[in-house]
């Protein structure tokens, strides 16, 4: 899919594409990666609390053992 960066840096994605890869209006993460670059969902926002759990998007959070035990300290709490 080819797209264009006007001339104030900006970058569309197209909608598709967002709603394949879970991006939503808002902050999200970018990273070069070679000459690449790599746009992620920021995880804070990914996360989402319905009744009693903890639910992640469909284009998934990075989550790891110490986030696991934070949100479960959090909740006993």
């Given at each position: 899919?080819?797209?264009?960066?006007?001339?104030a840096g900006?970058?569309?994605?197209?909608?598709?594409?967002?709603?394949?890869?879970?991006?939503?209006?808002?902050e999200?993460?970018?990273?070069?990666?070679?000459?690449?670059?790599?746009?992620?969902?920021?995880?804070?926002?990914?996360?989402?609390?319905?009744?009693?759990?903890?639910?992640?998007?469909?284009?998934?959070?990075?989550?790891?053992?110490?986030?696991?035990?934070?949100?479960r300290?959090?909740?006993?709490?």
């Open positions: 899919m080819r797209a264009t960066i006007d001339k900006r970058l569309a994605i197209r909608k598709q594409l967002r709603e394949v890869v879970g991006l939503r209006p808002g999200v993460e970018v990273f070069a990666e070679g000459t690449g670059l790599r746009v992620e969902p920021i995880a804070g926002e990914s996360l989402e609390v319905r009744g009693a759990r903890i639910v992640i998007s469909a284009a998934g959070a990075q989550i790891d053992d110490a986030l696991i035990q934070s949100l300290d959090a909740g006993q709490r």
